[in-house]
C-alpha cells in the first residue's frame, strides 16, 4: 500500500497563475482533508470531504477550491496563486471523520 | 491559551533521558490526538485517546488525558535519536467539524 500520495512535491508559480494539487489514498477511507502549514502557525484545515461526494470549507478556504473526484481522490484548485499561499500542502485521509489521519508527504508551493 | 497548545515550544535532552511534552485545551473535546514530523515530512499519527480515557500506552510513548484541567502530556522513555522530531497534538472539539493542531514541541535529542 502506498498510503497518501500527494503530487507534485514541489512547485514555484507566478503570482496570478492556477494549478491543481493532486491526492491520492489506497486505505479506502471515507473522509479525506487539505491543510497547509505555515511557520509558526501548526496546521490549518483548508478543506475536508467527509466523504465521496461531498466537500465543506475549513479554517481558511479563500483563495481554495476543492473536488473529492472519486473515494480514492480529492484534489486541491488555485485558481489565482498569490504569494500568501506561499505554504506547504498535506492531504490525510481517515476512515471516519476527525479519527486518526493519515498524511500525505506534502507539497511544498513558492508563489512569487 | 489556545485549543491544543503545546508545552514547551522546544526541547533537548539527551539520549536516554525521557521527554515529556503537554498539550493544553480550551473547550470539551472527544479526544485527542497525538502525531510526530520529521522533517521535511507528513505527520505520523502516534496515539489516540478519546475524552473518556485516562492513559493510553504504545511501545515506549504513554499518553494521559485529565480532561478536568483540560491537558494531556505525552511522554517518551528512553528516548533515542530518531525520536528527534516535532510532536503536534490535535484535538477532535465536541460538538464541531474539525481537528485542531497545536504549534508543536521541537524535540531534540543528543547522542
Known amino acids: 500500500n502506498a498510503g497518501v500520495t500527494q503530487t507534485p512535491k514541489f512547485q514555484v508559480l507566478k503570482t496570478g497563475q492556477s494549478m491543481t494539487l493532486q491526492c491520492a489514498q489506497d486505505?479506502?477511507?471515507?473522509?479525506m482533508y487539505w491543510y497547509r502549514q505555515d511557520p509558526g502557525m501548526g496546521l490549518r484545515l483548508i478543506y475536508y470531504s467527509a466523504s465521496e461526494g461531498t466537500t465543506d470549507k475549513g479554517e481558511v478556504p479563500n483563495g481554495y477550491n476543492v473536488s473529492r473526484l472519486n473515494k480514492r481522490e480529492f484534489s486541491l484548485r488555485l485558481e489565482s496563486a498569490a504569494p500568501s499561499q506561499t505554504s506547504v500542502y498535506f492531504c490525510a485521509s481517515s476512515v471516519g471523520g476527525w479519527e486518526t489521519q493519515y498524511f500525505g508527504p506534502g507539497t511544498r508551493l513558492l508563489v512569487l | 491559551s489556545q485549543q491544543g497548545e503545546e508545552d514547551p515550544q522546544a526541547l533537548s535532552i539527551q539520549e536516554g533521558e525521557n521527554a515529556t511534552m503537554n498539550c493544553s485545551y480550551k473547550t470539551s473535546i472527544n479526544n485527542l490526538q497525538w502525531y510526530r514530523q520529521n522533517s521535511g515530512r507528513g505527520l505520523v499519527h502516534l496515539i489516540l485517546?478519546?475524552?473518556?480515557?485516562r492513559e493510553k500506552h504504545s511501545g515506549r510513548l504513554r499518553v494521559t488525558l485529565d480532561t478536568s484541567k483540560k491537558s494531556s502530556s505525552l511522554l517518551i522513555t528512553a528516548s533515542r535519536a530518531a525520536d528527534t522530531a516535532s510532536y503536534f497534538c490535535?484535538?477532535?472539539?465536541?460538538?464541531?467539524?474539525?481537528?485542531?493542531f497545536g504549534q508543536g514541541t521541537r524535540l531534540t535529542i543528543n547522542p
Open positions: 486505505m479506502n477511507h471515507n473522509s
Open positions: 485517546i478519546r475524552s473518556n480515557e
Open positions: 490535535a484535538t477532535r472539539i465536541q460538538g464541531a467539524q474539525k481537528l485542531v
